[in-house]
């Protein structure tokens, strides 16, 4: 069994460490990020790493910077770091601190994809498979060998959440299998090959769709921010986020941004229209675009060129 680091913050990193505790190691260690405003109220919320490794009664650092918590991380004494959706860089000198270094399960089929969003950008990209694999860290980003892999197919009208969902837990087993090949001399690495792809972090703004595209390339938009940051649009100035939609072959030819109901609502690309199913006005719970579209009057259209709302 081994003595371990484990650095992770959001949901899909639970998995892992659940797996990693389950399977016997020692979990010296939890590092996640601060506490954070969450809600309306801004109430400071930890993580759900945090939540778990609370629960678990197991030692937690919460840091948004490791490099500033240097002696904490060399008292841990662990044979091994294990990072899982952290949200941070480990610095150069603190790679070697544990006995085998640090190890990174990453949501991507690597070279391909590198970075914070790899799951985000494969559906935008139209990828049909992708995966996970766990590799060494070293100080370039997500460039270190690989220790294995496991692939999963991308579903015609998976979100990223969905997938990512998936993947955390398929991830996890790979974890479990990586670390104690490690743990007993058996674990080998081989380098990245093939054409290197980034997948940076999606901001707001990429999540704004532009009508004038295809209504495939607006499909993939929308299952890749969803659940975040979540696909919208703005009409007559007002945000509408666009939680699910499927495109409709068969509708009428709509201008882009044309909005067309009632029972049924549908919005004009530059090729098929697309059928809004669920849709979140600003300040709004979610609802059935049908029910939102009952609440508006007149002639309905997307904006497409208001690009600073």
């Not at 100035?237 to 699910?244: H, T």
Request: with cysteine; glycine share 10%.
């Amino acid at each position: 069994m081994m003595r371990l680091i484990f650095a992770g913050s959001p949901e899909i990193a639970i998995p892992s460490l659940n797996a990693l505790s389950t399977a016997g190691h020692e979990i010296a260690l939890v590092i996640t990020r601060e506490d954070s405003p969450f809600g309306r109220k801004g109430i400071l919320t930890p993580t759900p790493v945090g939540k778990v490794a609370n629960d678990l009664n197991l030692p937690i650092l919460k840091a948004n910077r490791i490099s500033e918590h240097r002696t904490r991380i060399e008292a841990a004494n662990a044979d091994l770091g294990v990072i899982v959706a952290y949200g941070g860089l480990i610095p150069r000198d603190l790679l070697v601190v544990p006995k085998f270094g640090w190890i990174n399960l990453h949501f991507s089929l690597l070279p391909r994809w590198r970075g914070a969003a790899p799951v985000q950008h494969a559906i935008l990209n139209g990828d049909e498979i992708t995966g996970a694999c766990v590799f060494q860290l070293v100080e370039k980003l997500d460039a270190g060998p690989i220790f294995g892999s496991v692939t999963q197919p991308i579903g015609r009208n998976e979100t990223a959440g969905h997938l990512l969902s998936a993947l955390s837990n398929s991830g996890s087993s790979l974890l479990v299998k990586v670390v104690e090949a490690i743990s007993n001399g058996a674990a080998k690495a081989v380098e990245q090959q093939g054409d290197v792809t980034l997948a940076p972090k999606f901001l707001a703004e990429d999540a704004r769709i532009d009508w004038r595209h295809s209504a495939a390339r607006i499909d993939k938009q929308i299952r890749a921010c969803t659940p975040e940051p979540g696909a919208f649009t703005t009409i007559a100035g007002s945000r509408l986020k666009i939680l699910e939609a499927q495109i409709d072959r068969d509708g009428p030819r709509l201008s882009p941004g044309e909005i067309r109901g009632p029972k049924e609502v549908m919005i004009g690309t530059g090729t098929d229209p697309v059928a809004l199913k669920l849709v979140q006005p600003s300040s709004k719970s979610p609802m059935k675009a049908a029910d939102w579209l009952r609440g508006h009057t007149g002639e309905m259209k997307a904006d497409i060129n208001r690009l600073n709302e």
